[in-house]
């Protein structure tokens, strides 16, 4: 399924560019701004792909995380967004035997926080619709926190993401998007804990997300 819909996001960014320049676009108002600067509200649910520690530490491995950003929405189509987004929940430290996990009760507090910047293209296919693909980078912060521990746990690693939804402009200031993203950071986990007992390294994972936009 993860193999599929990251085939499905591929897609739809390698036709985006060529679609767009056959299909025939709505006119271009002429008060719409050269660039629009629209800040916005983000909730996520991801899928990790470290699903098995995420779910014998929390219980499953999808997860929320909430946020925020600026959009920068240019007249041509180039678009260039800035996200910052946090996960925060309070599992159990864990372990792997034989291939199964167990809790062991003790209290394990995980923090990710990531700092992503994606630029693309929107195409507009309707008069209050539009459909947008784009690459970014960002920088994914994880801490874990215990009370076992005397320090806690931190590191920041560079990952890699690319998306692909629909924006609806709900009136001429108000917009929803929704969309599938999908984020790759490795060398974050998997050097110890259960982690490495589960074999797992790769932090990021399959994400939808939902946005509320202000702005033109």
Do not use: C
């Not at 056959?22 to 899928?47: E, H, K, M, N, W």
């Amino acid at each position: 399924m993860r193999i599929r819909i990251i085939s499905v996001l591929l897609s739809a960014v390698a036709v985006a560019a060529p679609a767009s320049a056959q299909a025939p676009r709505p006119p271009v108002r002429r008060d719409d701004p050269a660039i629009s600067l629209r800040p916005f509200f983000l909730a996520t649910g991801q899928s990790f792909s470290a699903h098995k520690t995420f779910e014998t530490v929390f219980g499953k491995s999808v997860q929320p995380f909430w946020g925020g950003g600026l959009n920068v929405a240019f007249r041509n189509g180039f678009y260039v967004d800035v996200t910052a987004s946090r996960f925060k929940k309070t599992g159990q430290r864990a372990f792997f035997f034989d291939g199964q996990g167990y809790g062991l009760g003790i209290p394990l507090t995980v923090t990710v926080t990531p700092l992503e910047v994606t630029a693309g293209q929107r195409v507009q296919i309707a008069s209050s619709v539009f459909l947008y693909t784009g690459f970014g980078v960002g920088s994914y912060r994880y801490q874990e926190t215990s009370q076992s521990d005397d320090e806690p746990f931190e590191k920041r690693h560079v990952g890699y993401l690319v998306a692909a939804g629909a924006e609806f402009r709900v009136s001429r200031w108000v917009g929803v998007s929704g969309d599938a993203q999908y984020t790759y950071v490795s060398g974050i986990i998997g050097t110890g804990g259960v982690s490495k007992e589960a074999g797992e390294n790769k932090l990021g994972g399959i994400a939808g997300r939902f946005r509320v936009i202000v702005g033109r």
